[in-house]
């Protein structure tokens, strides 16, 4: 079982920038693909950001290449999501997710935070 918790979201400008936190507690967290979703209101469930176990691979969604970074510090069991240039469609809760493979379809994550609120405004 793997326990997470997201934080760092905010109300920001567009334009802005944001960092999302996720720490990770229970099971190996460095055994772990992590990954970033977000929901905005009325919308499914979209993929945003992926990182492999070691840091060294990422991908990430079209919407969000450029602007957005994912990274790891397995040392402190935790994911991280900088935000860059913020777009009023960015607006969502964010979850972070843990998996057994990389992967963009979030039926393969095993284990998801409760969400954090990004909130862009124009």
């Known amino acids: 079982q793997v326990q997470l918790v997201e934080s760092g979201g905010s109300l920001v400008q567009a334009g802005g920038s944001l960092r999302l936190s996720c720490v990770a507690s229970g099971r190996t967290f460095s055994g772990y693909y992590m990954g970033w979703f977000r929901q905005a209101p009325g919308k499914e469930r979209e993929f945003v950001a992926t990182?492999?176990?070691?840091?060294?691979?990422?991908y990430y969604a079209d919407s969000v290449k450029g602007r957005f970074t994912i990274s790891r510090d397995n040392a402190k069991n935790t994911v991280y999501l900088q935000m860059n240039s913020l777009k009023p469609e960015d607006t969502a809760v964010y979850y972070c997710a843990a998996g057994p493979v990389i992967a963009t379809v979030d039926k393969t994550y095993l284990y998801w935070g409760q969400g954090t609120q990004v909130t862009v405004s124009s």
């Open positions: 990182i492999s176990r070691s840091g060294g691979s990422t």
